[in-house]
């Protein structure tokens, strides 16, 4: 199937880990023969937690089995692939009931009584953005940060064209029939496997001693494929300098440094090209996740972007799951009021852009991006 029909029926981008492939690649194995059910991860757990069968819409939309248009099953491309699209469960939305605790969950947990369980958002981002603290109404962009940077707007519609095809970009839904248009960025990924490589130190002097070299001295495509596999990062990174004849960086504070201008460069050209693809534009950009907890990190994407920068909650998967629980229960408004309360119990950090854009603009244009 051509990619260009495959992202006109799914809108989601190219990815080798996507379900679409993992059961297209099972063909006619035994165990895909003999399974007479299929679960993702999260409806597996509330599956042990209640014994009922269902499939959370957010999570189902990143499988490139469902159109993002219907937020149903893409039968389509189902039936031409030959995946049977009938072994998941119905599918479930956010706040929707999922069973009640088994007998023997309610023993281990010292629960007692008729305990409800609610489907949330179960795709992970999907619960993060429902926590992102933007003020109603508000022109914001997010990045949910973590071992992967997710870079993207908050949409009605999904964007099908072939242009946001070749800009890997994706459809995924989220909650209250939006859509999660992002792209997927390697993240902090590149610093944890420096650290892990240097006998993780600590990464409060790291930081500090980075923040003291020269600017974009040195940069990577942080989202090349080179850099997917773990192990010997650090040469690596060195490795894309000397070949793109930049300077080397050789202590961790400098490779520390390009790793975050790279990724501040990556959140840059992500964002430029989701306001481009979408017309949408961004006022202010709200990083949530554990890379809020990295102010060199907030501050250069600031700079990188030029708009305001809010960081935080880190937490704002398992906040986002939480207010999605309270609304189906009645204790939180809609997703604007579930906003306010998260800016309201955890006012997000501010980080002002310093200078112009312009040195950012060079860095992209030294490794050969728009």
């Known amino acids: 199937?051509?990619?260009?029909?495959?992202?006109?029926?799914?809108?989601?981008?190219?990815?080798?880990?996507?379900?679409?492939?993992?059961?297209?690649?099972?063909?006619?194995?035994?165990?895909?023969?003999?399974?007479?059910?299929?679960l993702l991860i999260p409806d597996l757990i509330a599956y042990w937690l209640t014994g009922t069968l269902g499939t959370e819409l957010t999570n189902a939309s990143t499988t490139q089995l469902v159109d993002p248009r219907t937020s149903d099953w893409s039968h389509g491309v189902a039936d031409r692939l030959g995946v049977d699209v009938g072994l998941f469960p119905p599918l479930r939305r956010r706040g929707d009931p999922a069973g009640l605790l088994l007998p023997h969950v309610l023993a281990d947990t010292e629960l007692s009584g008729l305990v409800?369980?609610?489907a949330v958002a179960s795709h992970d981002t999907a619960s993060a953005v429902a926590a992102v603290p933007a003020a109603d109404g508000a022109d914001f962009a997010y990045l949910c940060t973590g071992t992967w940077s997710l870079a993207g707007v908050e949409l009605d519609a999904p964007v099908l064209t072939e242009e946001s095809?070749?800009?890997?970009?994706?459809n995924e839904l989220g909650i209250d029939g939006t859509v999660r248009y992002l792209r997927n960025i390697m993240g902090l990924w590149l610093l944890q496997e420096c650290l892990r490589a240097w006998g993780d130190p600590d990464l409060g002097p790291l930081l500090v001693a980075a923040g003291k070299v020269s600017p974009l001295r040195s940069v990577v495509d942080a989202g090349a494929s080179e850099f997917l596999a773990p192990g010997r990062m650090p040469e690596r990174i060195a490795q894309a300098c000397r070949a793109s004849g930049q300077?080397?960086?050789?202590?961790?504070?400098?490779?520390?440094?390009?790793v975050l201008d790279s990724l501040a460069l990556a959140h840059r050209r992500a964002l430029a090209d989701a306001r481009r693809l979408t017309g949408r534009a961004i006022d202010v950009v709200h990083l949530v996740g554990g890379g809020a907890r990295n102010a060199l990190l907030c501050q250069l994407t600031a700079d990188a972007c030029g708009v305001p920068l809010l960081a935080g909650?880190?937490?704002?998967?398992?906040?986002?799951?939480?207010?999605?629980?309270?609304?189906?229960?009645?204790?939180?408004?809609?997703?604007?009021?579930?906003r306010a309360?998260?800016?309201?119990?955890?006012?997000?950090?501010?980080?002002?852009?310093?200078?112009?854009?312009t040195p950012w603009q060079a860095a992209q244009e030294r490794l050969g991006t728009r």
């Open 247 to 258: 300077p080397v960086p050789a202590p961790p504070a400098e490779t520390t440094r390009c």
């Open 1 to 38: 199937m051509p990619a260009a029909e495959l992202y006109a029926a799914t809108g989601l981008q190219y990815a080798p880990f996507n379900t679409l492939y993992q059961l297209t690649a099972a063909t006619g194995s035994a165990q895909l023969a003999a399974a007479r059910h299929a």
């Open 341 to 357: 309360l998260v800016a309201h119990a955890l006012p997000p950090t501010r980080y002002e852009p310093r200078g112009d854009t």
């Open 116 to 118: 409800p369980v609610t």
């Open 313 to 338: 909650p880190a937490e704002a998967a398992a906040l986002g799951n939480v207010l999605v629980q309270a609304r189906a229960h009645g204790l939180v408004g809609g997703r604007a009021e579930a």
């Open 165 to 170: 095809r070749e800009a890997n970009f994706t």
